[in-house]
């Protein structure tokens, strides 16, 4: 086997999941008894632990750490995804002393907001051109951001995470492959460290069963996947549709809340959830696919 490619692998995948791994159970410390009570919840390590995993994921992939704020003149607008996970971790940790729907709302609406602002590219519009088509692009990051949170969210509150963190690892490593087709390799690495990143909270969440990992994690998913997603499709060459059905692919979920399905353990349930998703996450690799082919 290559041996750059198992060097990728480990620095690109094993060791941000590792870290991400080690940084959650320092902070959360998921053994301890008062893990229920809701101060005690560990709203915010997830977010801490991906963000920490991402950043060195994003220095083993690209080479190097651009300095803050970003300069997108010599780096592309989606390095800014190495710091806005920070900023993430701090709305979880406000998460974990109010958590409600409103509060919840408020935090998602303002980082994608925040993060469009930053993300989304201004080379798509031409020197002289309306900006119109740059907001269109803002608001739809929101729009897709705040949607996909909303999935993952209520999704979160009947699974305890475990669903969560299967589901995301099916988005990233579906992402990662639409990207890869799009002639988007680097996007596509990162999406495959989130992938690993996700598969070591599905570990972790089966081994502490008390706790959901998935509250900071859901800020952590829809803003950094929407940013691939996005500048992915805008410099990449896969149609729109195959980034489009990805952002979309927790509502899917939702097919498995009928109540002929509902009548089934917990475990058939989570399944079923995850095979709803497959819906549109295949339909974007193959559609994806067939672009690349042709």
Not at 38 to 59: D, E, Q, V
Not at 80 to 102: E, G, M, Q, R, S
Not at 109 to 128: F, H, Q, T, Y
Request: with cysteine; net charge negative.
């Amino acid at each position: 086997m290559n041996p750059e490619f198992l060097k990728m692998q480990l620095f690109g995948a094993v060791i941000p999941a590792t870290i991400c791994a080690i940084v959650v159970l320092v902070f959360a410390r998921p053994w301890r008894k008062d893990i229920d009570s809701l101060n005690n919840k560990p709203y915010w390590s997830m977010a801490l632990g991906m963000a920490a995993g991402y950043i060195f994921a994003y220095w083993a992939i690209v080479g190097e750490i651009p300095s803050f704020p970003v300069d997108v003149e010599e780096y592309d607008s989606d390095s800014w995804l190495i710091y806005i996970p920070f900023v993430l971790t701090l709305l979880a940790f406000a998460h974990n002393f109010t958590d409600t729907t409103i509060s919840k709302g408020l935090f998602i609406a303002i980082s994608a907001m925040l993060s469009a602002w930053l993300i989304v590219p201004e080379w798509i519009v031409d020197e002289g051109e309306s900006s119109a088509l740059l907001w269109y692009w803002r608001l739809g990051f929101t729009a897709t951001a705040v949607v996909m949170f909303t999935a993952l969210e209520k999704l979160t509150n009947v699974t305890k995470g475990r669903t969560f963190s299967l589901l995301s690892f099916f988005l990233a490593t579906a992402a990662s492959g639409v990207l890869v087709l799009s002639a988007n390799a680097k996007m596509g690495q990162l999406c495959g460290a989130i992938a690993a990143m996700s598969m070591a909270m599905f570990v972790l969440s089966i081994v502490f069963k008390n706790i959901s990992w998935a509250s900071s994690g859901n800020y952590f998913l829809a803003i950094v996947l929407t940013g691939l997603l996005v500048n992915g499709y805008l410099s990449g060459e896969a149609p729109l549709i195959s980034f489009a059905l990805i952002a979309i692919a927790p509502i899917f979920c939702w097919g498995a809340q009928i109540k002929a399905i509902q009548k089934f353990p917990p475990i058939a349930i989570g399944v079923a959830q995850i095979l709803f998703a497959f819906i549109p996450i295949i339909t974007a690799l193959l559609i994806a696919f067939q672009y690349y082919v042709d």
